[in-house]
């Protein structure tokens, strides 16, 4: 394939735009949210659409599967690019996180466009990330009658809960997941003008951490003063976990030079805190000290309160209760395992319990490692060359401060096969809250890149990405 071609198919794809985002608008109109059952009819309905649309765009053996117990994955193909070219796995997620109980200021099941942005939930978690390969698909099929890799979609519908049944869609159906190179498109770019290779996961650990101190609740003008609080209890103790910065003291690591540098070298200001974060006026993000923010997010550990058993104000009464509970959230530095997590707040929070009284941790549902990742080889240079071209720049090294089950998934099974996590989300887009939006020239590039990038693997040939 010539420059010139794959130059002339992301004009096609620069000139269907319009149709694309059309197209988008279509499948974000249906609120396929996964963790609610009363939308699982409209995951599987949204699954169909999309099967029927691969169909329709010229992808072979577009399926749906769908096992028992599990909401549908859908899969196509393209196997008429030759033997020798490589076979790029395409991931992406079709199911939503859920709007119930948000503040959206605009419609959350119908694309709204307002300037560069497309408001809607799953704009650009995840819906966004794998139209831009539909579209670039569509793209070198116009422009050349072929595509001049082979490829493989996978269009999961339960990412939003954790992926739980991915791992028996790979026992079932491991053809469908067969490849050279995968490409994971559900992460972020640092901005709209820089695009983002993510190399590091944190992880997570839920923990439940309680007090008790009687076996009754007790009028607290009769007792108080001589029987402790556990409320006061639980704040001291999670008190111990902080330092005076706000931030998690506990189970910091030691991050290489060279992944300190890579994070050093995204620009996080404090603007883009601010409007990414919702910081009201007169907030200040959390300062930085001899780190940077990237480190802060993405390779150190955080905590996060998500739930207490504090008396809520409708419970008030003036009584000292029996219990008081805390549901802590830990994200885990990348390569940090949740077991050496656990004994670090085991040796913080169970010796001396303040005022004696009785403290238990309490395992919680969620306990995952992170992910840390060394790009090599030629995929990543194809892939830099790809978004030289698409956007200027090559992709910069970035982490994500959240857990994606599914990423671990696939680096556990094909760990010897390149994995480019990429995505269409920007410190705007608030994914998973209101008013999820997708950045238009992000998408605009997010297309061009993919339709550059199936030309430089192409070019890489499937014996060297291998040998790579
Ligand atoms: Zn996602």
């Not at 992406?92 to 942005?117: N, S």
């Not at 422009?143 to 028996?168: A, D, F, K, M, W």
């Amino acid at each position: 394939m010539t420059d010139t071609v794959a130059a002339a198919a992301a004009a096609r794809a620069d000139a269907a735009f319009e149709a694309t985002v059309d197209r988008l608008g279509r499948y974000l109109a249906v609120p396929a949210i996964s963790c609610d059952a009363a939308h699982h009819d409209d995951v599987r309905r949204l699954a169909a659409t999309v099967r029927d649309d691969l169909e329709a765009l010229g992808l072979q053996e577009a399926r749906i599967l769908e096992l028992d117990g599990a909401l549908p994955v859908v899969v196509a193909q393209w196997f008429e690019a030759g033997d020798d070219r490589p076979t790029v796995v395409i991931y992406g997620h079709l199911d939503l996180q859920p709007v119930a109980g948000e503040a959206w200021t605009h419609p959350p099941h119908q694309a709204t466009r307002v300037g560069d942005r497309l408001y809607a939930r799953g704009s650009a978690d995840d819906m966004g990330g794998w139209v831009s390969h539909l579209a670039a698909f569509e793209a070198w099929r116009a422009e050349t009658g072929s595509v001049p890799c082979n490829l493989r979609l996978i269009i999961e519908g339960e990412e939003e809960i954790g992926s739980p049944n991915l791992e028996r869609y790979m026992d079932a159906w491991p053809e469908a997941f067969d490849g050279d190179v995968m490409i994971l498109t559900d992460c972020e770019n640092p901005s709209t003008d820089v695009p983002g290779l993510t190399v590091s996961l944190r992880g997570l650990l839920e923990v439940e951490l309680v007090c008790e101190a009687i076996s009754a609740d007790v009028h607290s003008g009769l007792w108080g003063g001589m029987v402790p609080d556990v409320s006061l209890a639980l704040v001291k103790l999670i008190d111990r976990l902080i330092d005076d910065d706000g931030r998690m003291r506990v189970g910091r690591v030691a991050v290489e030079p060279k992944r300190r540098e890579s994070a050093g070298a995204v620009v996080i200001d404090e603007a883009t805190i601010r409007k990414g974060a919702h910081l009201i006026d007169g907030v200040p993000p959390l300062p930085t000290r001899d780190r940077t923010a990237g480190e802060w997010m993405w390779l150190q550990p955080s905590v996060t309160v998500i739930a207490t058993t504090l008396p809520t104000p409708a419970q008030k009464k003036n009584a000292l209760r029996r219990k008081a509970s805390a549901t802590l959230s830990v994200r885990l530095a990348p390569g940090q395992g949740p077991d050496e997590m656990k004994a670090a707040l085991r040796d913080v929070l169970l010796v001396d319990p303040p005022f004696g009284v009785k403290v238990e941790l309490i395992d919680g549902p969620w306990a995952g490692a992170g992910w840390l990742y060394e790009p090599k080889g030629p995929a990543f240079a194809a892939a830099d060359r790809a978004y030289v071209k698409s956007w200027g720049c090559p992709m910069a090294h970035i982490g994500v401060g959240g857990s994606i089950p599914f990423v671990a998934m696939f680096s556990d099974r094909f760990a010897d096969l390149p994995l480019i996590l990429n995505g269409v989300m920007d410190p705007e887009t608030t994914a998973h809250g209101p008013d999820e939006s997708l950045h238009l020239g992000v998408f605009r590039k997010a297309i061009a890149a993919n339709v550059y990038l199936i030309d430089e693997l192409s070019r890489v040939g499937k014996a060297a990405l291998k040998a790579g």
